[in-house]
C-alpha cells in the first residue's frame, strides 16, 4: 500500500514569507541564501482551525519548544597559547533582524574560570570572527562558548559550545607526569606519585621543591582539595578510596614554577560496579507473541561507551547470544512469551549481575520500521491482534505531516508511504488510538540520500614547504545550487575526532541527540555509516521531547518575553551623582553621540560599541572640564558568562594510566610562531596590540598590511604611520591614525563588538622570510561563494609545517546545509 504524504503547511507560502522577510546581502546582491530553514522557523507558526487537536497540540508543543540553533565552524580543536582562533557563525531559524551580537568565551574545563571573552557583530545570521589566545591561557581542555544578545524568560535565547585543547609552543623548563604506584580498588588508599623533571641538568638552578595545588572529584565540589609542595622533584598522593565513585574520581593536580603553570589530570579506579544496560524495544514496548526488535546499550558505571557481549535468557534458559559495537550500541529479535521473563548477562562480568528486559504488555498494537534510513520511501510495520482502528501520526513535535486512520483488517499491515512532503532530517512516528493516546513511537531519517556534497580538489596530492596550492570547490549535487561556505585548511592533527564538530552533523543530528560516539563521519551515504546511524535511532530518542507534554500544551505555554542584553552606565562629577544631563562622545562614532539622563545614567546600544577586530573603543564626556567625569559602564555579557561557566558540564576526557605533560607541547616544528616570539598577556589592556606597533597599538607586517593578525607578533613589523598606504580590509587604503585619550576615569576605554577581520595568507612569491613560519591554519576564509554549474577558486601557499593538511568548507546552500574534507601532503622543500 502506498500513501503519498501531504504537509500541513504549503511549503510554497513558506517560500514566499521566506523572500519576503529575509535575504543575504552579500557581495552586493541579494540572495536568500537560507530560504530552505524557514521550513523549520516559519513551520510552527501556523493557524490551525482546531487548537484542541492532535495535530494542534503538536503545533502548539512547537511552538512553545521552537528555538534557533547556532553553530560555529572553528578553523581547528586545537590551539596553542598566542595564536589566532578564526570562525564563521551560522545562525538558523530565527528573526535575524534581532541578533545582533554574537558573545564568545573560553572557558577551562576543570575550574570553570574564564580565561577570555569577545564579542562580534552578527548580520543576517552570519558572524564572522577572529580572536587570539592569549599567553596566560595555560595548557590543557577548554570549551567555547557562544551565544548571543537575545534571552527568552531570562535565559540566553540560544548557546553553542565547541570543545577545544589548548597545548602551548613555549619552551618548556620542566615536565609533570602522574604515576600510579599503588591504585588497587581493594585498598584503604590509591597512591599516585607526582614526578617534576627540570630540563636544566643544573643542580643549582633546579629549586628543591615546587607548590602544587590539587583536587580530586569536581572543581566546584571537590571530594578532597590540597597545597601541598614536591620534595626533591616527587610528591605521593595518598587518595583515601572511600572518596572515590564513577564519575567522581578524577585527580586534577597544578604546578607553578615562576609564571609556568601545568595543569595534569588521572582518572583512579573505583571498585567494579556494574555497567549501566538501558533497552530500547522498537517502538516502545514490547507486546506478548510479537516479534520485536530490541536495541540495547551499555555504558560503563561512570557513563561511558562499553562493547559487550551477552547471554540473553527466558527465565533460566539460555535462548540467544548477543553483542554490541565497540560504542555500546546493539540490537537483537524477540518474541517474548506470556508468563516468562527475559533478562540479560554480560561475559565477563566479574559479578553474576542480571539486567531484566522490560515486561512484556498482555496486548497491543505494535510499530517497526524495515529501514529507519529513508530515502524517499518509508515502510511501516503495524501488528495488533485486536485488530482497532488506529492513527499514525508523522510529525517533528513542531509541525505535523500527516496522520492517518490505518484499519486493522487483519493483524498485521505494511504501508510504504512516499515522503514527497516531509523534510529532510529526523521525524517521529506515533502510533494513537481515536483519542490520541500512544502505543508507540518510532524516529526516523527522512531523505537521507538528499545531500548536497561538495567536490574540493586540489591541484596536486602533494606539495613542498612554501608551495602555491590551488583548489577548486563545487557544490556536486543532481540539483541547481548555489550558496556560500567558509573554508578552511589545517595540519590535520590540530583536528581532533573527539573534539570535532561539523555543521551537517549537528543541524541534522546532534542538536537534537545530543553527544554520538566519536566517528570520522556520520551521514556518508557508505553502508557503514547508514548501519551505524540505523543503531543510533534505535537507541537514540528525542529526549528533549515527550508525548505527555505534548498533550499537556496550552495556548499559554507559547507565550514568551523576549529582552536583549542592555549596556548600562553611569556618569558622575567627582564621583557625585549629576545633576544635569550630559553627552558623552565616541570616539570611534562621532556621529553617534550618547545621551545620559540627569542623574548620568545611560543606555549603549550594540551598535554605539562597533570597531574594527580586536580594537577597543573610547568615549568621553563632551565639553569643557572633561576630566572631572568618571564614566563607568557594566557589561551584561559578563554577567551571563559567569553563569554559562558556572552551568558548563564539560566532557571528561582523563583516562587510567600514567599521564604527563608532555602531550601540552608542541613539536617544535609546529609552533606558531618559532623565533623571535613576543608573549601577548591576557592581562594587559593592550593585550592585541602587536609587536612595535604605534601609540594607538596599530602596526604594519611584511607583507604591508596593516594589523595582520597572522604576524601579530613578528619581530619584523614596524608601527603605523598616519598618511601612509597599507592593506586594510583587502584594499590598499590611507591610513589616518587614531585617536588617543588619557588612561583614566575620565575617558572610558573597553573592548568593542568587532568587526570582521580578513584572513591574509602568506604570499610567499612577493617575500620569503628567513626564518621558519610554523602555520597550521595556512588557509581561512569566512565566506566563498559555491555553485553546482562551476568552480570556485581560492589559492594560498603551504607554511614550513611538514605532514598532512586538511582543507574543511562547510556551509549553507539554497536547498541544505553542506560540509566536505579534502586532504594533501607537505614535504620538506629540497
Known sequence: ??????????????????????????????????????????????????????????????????????????????????????????????????????????????????????????????????????????????????????????????????????????????????????????????????????????????????????????????????????????????????????????????????????????????????????????????????????????????????????????????????????????????????????????????????????????GGPSLSLTNAIANDTLTVNIKDEQREKLYLTGHNYKQVFFTTPVNMTTTTRRIKFILKEVPKGLAQLTLTDSLGRPFAERVFFAHYDQRVPLKITPDKNEYTTREKVNVKVKLDGNMPDSGFVSVACVQENRIEIKKKNDLESYFYLTHDLGDLPARESYLDNSELDRRFLENVLLVKTWSRYTWTDVLKAQTADTVKNHTDLIFKGIVTLFKEQLKTPVVIANMKRPLNPVNTDQTGHFTMSDDDLLTESNKKTSFIVEGKNTQDYQIHLADPYEVLNKTLAKNLIPKDYSIIKQETTQYIQLPDNEHAIHLKEVKIKGDNDDSFFGMHANPCGDYVCRFNILNCPNHRTASDNRPAVAGEIYLIKGQSQRYWGCWIGAKNESVLQIKGIYDMQEFYPSDYSQISPPTPEYISTIFWKHQLKVSSSKESEFSFYTSDITGRFKIVVQGITGKDVTYGESTFNVVKAK
Open 1 to 362: 500500500m502506498y500513501l503519498q504524504l501531504g504537509c500541513t503547511i504549503n511549503q510554497l507560502n513558506l517560500y514566499l514569507i521566506a523572500m519576503k522577510k529575509t535575504g543575504i546581502y552579500l557581495n552586493k546582491s541579494v540572495y536568500p541564501v537560507f530560504l530552505f530553514f524557514f521550513l523549520f522557523a516559519f513551520g510552527a507558526n501556523a493557524q490551525l482551525k482546531n487548537m484542541d487537536s492532535l495535530p494542534g497540540k503538536i503545533n502548539l508543543y512547537g511552538i512553545k519548544n521552537q528555538s534557533p540553533l547556532l553553530f560555529i565552524h572553528f578553523d581547528k580543536t586545537i590551539y596553542s597559547n598566542n595564536e589566532n582562533v578564526w570562525f564563521t557563525a551560522y545562525l538558523f531559524n530565527a528573526d535575524y533582524s534581532k541578533y545582533k551580537t554574537l558573545s564568545l568565551a573560553l572557558i577551562k574545563d576543570d575550574s570553570r574560570a574564564i580565561l577570555m571573552e569577545d564579542r562580534f557583530v552578527i548580520s543576517n545570521g552570519l558572524s564572522f570572527g577572529n580572536t587570539f589566545v592569549p599567553d596566560t591561557v595555560g595548557p590543557g581542555n577548554y570549551t567555547f562558548i557562544a551565544t548571543t544578545n537575545r534571552l527568552v524568560n531570562g535565559k540566553p535565547d540560544v548557546v553553542f559550545t565547541q570543545p577545544v585543547t589548548i597545548k602551548t609552543g613555549d619552551q618548556q623548563s620542566y615536565t609533570a607526569s602522574l604515576n600510579p604506584i599503588d591504585t588497587s580498588v581493594s585498598g584503604m588508599q590509591q597512591k599516585v606519585m607526582l614526578l617534576v623533571n627540570f630540563s636544566n641538568t643544573n643542580s643549582k638552578e633546579i629549586p628543591l621543591s615546587v607548590p602544587v595545588s590539587y583536587y580530586v572529584g569536581n572543581a566546584s565540589q571537590p571530594v578532597l582539595k590540597d597545597s601541598v609542595k614536591t620534595q626533591a622533584g616527587q610528591y605521593i598522593f595518598n587518595i583515601p578510596s572511600k572518596l572515590l565513585s564513577p564519575g567522581n574520581n578524577n585527580l586534577h593536580v597544578q604546578i607553578k614554577y615562576k609564571k609556568e603553570v601545568k595543569d595534569i589530570s588521572m582518572a583512579l579506579p573505583v571498585a567494579p560496579r556494574p555497567a549501566i544496560v538501558r533497552f530500547y524495544p522498537e517502538g516502545g514496548n514490547l507486546v506478548n507473541n510479537l516479534q520485536s526488535i530490541i536495541g540495547w546499550e551499555v555504558k560503563t558505571a561512570a557513563g561511558n561507551p562499553m562493547g559487550a557481549s551477552a547471554v540473553l535468557y527466558q527465565d533460566t534458559k539460555v535462548i540467544d547470544a548477543i553483542e554490541t559495537n565497540s560504542y555500546g550500541i546493539g540490537k537483537f529479535q524477540l518474541t517474548p512469551k506470556g508468563g516468562s521473563s527475559y533478562f540479560i548477562k554480560l561475559y565477563a562480568n566479574k559479578k553474576d549481575t542480571l539486567y531484566k528486559l522490560p515486561t512484556a504488555l498482555t
